[in-house]
């Protein structure tokens, strides 16, 4: 059995999520060549928000559906932008091939 996290740890790993969050956020928007005043228009966010994100200034809880719209403006899925993020914060949601998604 695991041993719960702490709360230093819990913290901890929630400011990593959200520095990775920012990063692939704006991978994902440079990659597609997207400025943020598109991708902010697109998921119906202030570009003030988007710039917050983007830069790990953003200092209050964000939505589901907030994260699926931006999600949606860069054309990905809500899906992928957190395995994605999951994948660099080096924590994985179970064994290999557990829960596994059949993406074809």
């Known amino acids: 059995m695991k041993k719960p996290m702490d709360r230093v740890s819990l913290e901890r790993y929630r400011q990593e999520h959200d520095r990775c969050l920012a990063i692939v956020v704006c991978e994902l928007r440079a990659d597609r060549g997207l400025a943020q005043s598109e991708v902010a228009k697109r ?38 932008l957190y395995k994605r993020v999951s994948e660099m914060t080096g924590h994985h949601s179970g064994r290999k091939g557990e829960g596994a998604r059949n993406d074809e």
């Open 43 to 80: 998921a119906k966010v202030s570009v003030r928000w988007l710039q917050k994100l983007e830069t790990n200034q953003l200092h209050t809880n964000y939505t589901l559906r907030r994260l699926d719209q931006l999600a949606g403006a860069l054309d990905v899925d809500l899906y992928h």
